[in-house]
C-alpha cells in the first residue's frame, strides 16, 4: 500500500461513503458520456452531407463567377457594391454542461445593388452561387464546431470516468479491505484474550474453592 491508512472503524465508514460517491460519480460521467455521443452520432452524417454539398456548391461558385470575369472582365469592382451580411448571432444551449452553438441567419430578401447594365446574367448567377455557399457555410460551421465541443467533451468525460473506475475506485476499495481485515484481526485477538482472561479468571476461582 502506497498511503498509509490507520485501521479504524471511522476511517472505514469515511472510505466506505467515498466508495459510493466515486461509484455514483462513475455512473454519472460514463451516462454523461453516452448522452454526449448520441448527441455527436447525430451530427456526424449533417457533417458529412454538408461538407459533400458546401464543396459541389462552391466548385459551382468559382464556375460562375470564372464566367462572370471572362464575359465582363473583372468584376471584384462590382462585387464592392454589395454589402457585407451582418444578420449572424449566436446563441447557446446546454447538452450535460456542454455549451452548444446555434447559429442564427436572419434571411434578407435579396436586394440588387449593382448596376445592372454593368453586369449580366452570368454574374448573377454566381451572386446567387455564392449566397447559397453562405448560407451553407452558416449551418456548418454551427454544426462543425458543436461536433468539436462535443467530442472535446467526451474525451474529458472518458478520461475521468477511467480515472474513477481503474484508479480512484479500486484504491479505495483496497483500503477498505485493509481496514476491514484489520478490524476484524482486532475483535479476533480480543476475543482470543478474554476468552482466556475468563478461563483464567475460572481456575483461579475454581483453585480458591478447592482450597
Known amino acids: 500500500m502506497g498511503e498509509q491508512v490507520f485501521p479504524t472503524k471511522g476511517n472505514l465508514m469515511t472510505l466506505i461513503k467515498s466508495n459510493q460517491l466515486a461509484h455514483k460519480g462513475f455512473e454519472l460521467m460514463d451516462r454523461k458520456r453516452n448522452i454526449l455521443i448520441h448527441e455527436m452520432m447525430s451530427l ?22 470564372q464566367d462572370a470575369n471572362i464575359t465582363l472582365g473583372i468584376v471584384s469592382d462590382i462585387a464592392q457594391s454589395i454589402p457585407v451580411d451582418s444578420g449572424i448571432s449566436v446563441s447557446y444551449k446546454s447538452v450535460m454542461g456542454v455549451e452548444i452553438p446555434k447559429v442564427t441567419h436572419e434571411v434578407e430578401h435579396v436586394k440588387i445593388t449593382y448596376g445592372i447594365s454593368h453586369t449580366n446574367t452570368k454574374f448573377d448567377f454566381a451572386y446567387k ?10 449551418k456548418l460551421a454551427e454544426v462543425d464546431n ?66
Not at 456526424?44 to 460562375?64: F, G, H, M, Q
Not at 478490524?183 to 476468552?195: A, G, H, N, P, V
Open 44 to 65: 456526424l452524417e449533417d457533417v458529412r452531407l454538408l461538407r459533400n454539398e458546401i464543396s459541389e456548391t462552391y466548385k459551382k461558385a468559382y464556375l460562375a463567377l
Open 129 to 138: 452561387c455564392f449566397l447559397k455557399v453562405r448560407d451553407l457555410t452558416v
Open 146 to 211: 458543436s461536433t468539436y465541443r462535443l467530442a472535446n467533451a467526451i474525451r474529458k468525460a472518458q478520461k475521468r470516468a477511467n480515472a474513477l473506475e481503474n484508479v480512484v475506485i479500486p484504491k479505495f476499495e483496497e483500503n477498505i479491505k485493509f481496514i476491514t481485515e484489520a478490524l476484524e484481526e482486532k475483535e479476533r485477538e480480543s476475543f482470543t484474550r478474554q476468552k482466556v482472561i475468563k478461563n483464567q479468571q475460572e481456575k483461579a476461582k475454581l483453585k480458591k474453592i478447592n482450597q
